[in-house]
């Protein structure tokens, strides 16, 4: 680990203030940064800890939503009644996600912000265009088999790990945040991430020295919730493909679907096409997987990976299943 200067902030916008700089970052629960660190993938000039801020508190807001603050542990926030009761997708792929340990630690901020897992952004000696711009993208040809089947590019092809912001992108959330100039920002989930393109070093909206101060939930969708994850073990693994989804069935027709994927692209994934083929549909295999063909239809596989692609499909199709009440 290289040396770096600390300093500890006692306000957002003291926190701000520090953090101007592209080598600068913001840390709480580090329970990514600083694996990071130590094996000098993220090499940061300065760290700003941000870990006694007052930004662990759950509020509920005027619409019926919640205001969910940047430092909450994702293990608190996965128990807190309002969110069981009301917003149980969320509740479900936080405890999917990671160990209980961990949860302790992780932090609402520090979840949306998690770097991906391939493998070769991890090994610093091989090419890798995420860590290092310019020299290459060596899971394409590689080993590839956690990787993303959409949103790549020839640059990147790696993955977004969290469970939590899959959920949190189904349940439309917006984050907000404090720029280095004092200005705040509200920013939609499905805005917030960025695709690789030519620059997949690149992974958010957010500026230098920006901070994530809330997380907010509009009032809560109707219907039946549901997250899914499909992974290698039981548990403490991330996920192949994971489905976080809230569908209402009236009527014996599907009245509203919200759904989001994990595990098949560089941010937490979400087609309104998929939604729009369902609403108005009564419910019904052929149904289900001509939404899962449409999610699908610009997917690629890179070798290892290709399973992803029939698997996201038996996946989504028992999870619509379970969510419309037509079978297990």
């Not at 090994?123 to 265009?129: I, V």
């Not at 073990?233 to 996920?239: E, G, I, K, Q």
């Not at 295999?285 to 399973?307: C, K, Q, T």
Request: charged share 25%; with cysteine.
């Amino acid at each position: 680990m290289k040396t770096f200067q600390y300093a500890r902030a006692d306000s957002p916008e003291a926190a701000v203030a520090a953090g101007g700089g592209e080598r600068v970052k913001f840390i709480a629960g580090g329970t990514n940064l600083l694996d990071l660190m130590k094996l000098q993938i993220e090499t940061p000039e300065k760290l700003v800890d941000i870990s006694r801020l007052d930004l662990n508190t759950i509020e509920e807001r005027e619409d019926g939503g919640l205001t969910i603050g940047a430092l909450v542990p994702n293990s608190d926030l996965a128990a807190d009644p309002r969110v069981v009761a009301k917003y149980e997708v969320l509740a479900r792929a936080l405890l999917a996600g990671a160990s209980g340990q961990l949860r302790n630690k992780a932090t609402t901020g520090g979840n949306l912000l998690q770097r991906t897992r391939c493998y070769y952004f991890y090994d610093t000696a091989m090419p890798c265009n995420k860590r290092e711009a310019g020299t290459g993208c060596s899971a394409k040809d590689g080993f590839n088999r956690i990787l993303a089947v959409l949103g790549t590019s020839e640059h990147c092809i790696a993955t977004h790990p969290s469970d939590m912001a899959v959920a949190m992108r189904a349940l439309d959330a917006t984050v907000v945040t404090l720029k280095a100039d004092g200005d705040r920002r509200r920013i939609a989930l499905d805005a917030f991430y960025a695709l690789p393109g030519e620059t997949p070093d690149v992974e958010t909206v957010l500026e230098p020295g920006e901070l994530i101060t809330h997380v907010e939930l509009p009032a809560p969708k109707a219907g039946r919730h549901l997250y899914r994850k499909v992974r290698d073990r039981a548990s403490y693994a991330f996920a192949l493909v994971s489905v976080a989804g809230v569908v209402e069935v009236r009527d014996g027709v599907i009245a509203g679907a919200s759904l989001a994927f994990g595990g098949l692209g560089p941010m937490p994934w979400r087609d309104p096409a998929v939604e729009a083929a369902l609403v108005g549909q009564a419910p019904g295999d052929a149904v289900f997987a001509r939404a899962a063909d449409i999610l699908l239809a610009e997917a690629r596989g890179y070798g290892s990976n290709d399973f992803k692609i029939p698997l996201m499909k038996r996946t989504l199709i028992a999870s619509l299943r379970e969510l419309t009440g037509t079978g297990i």
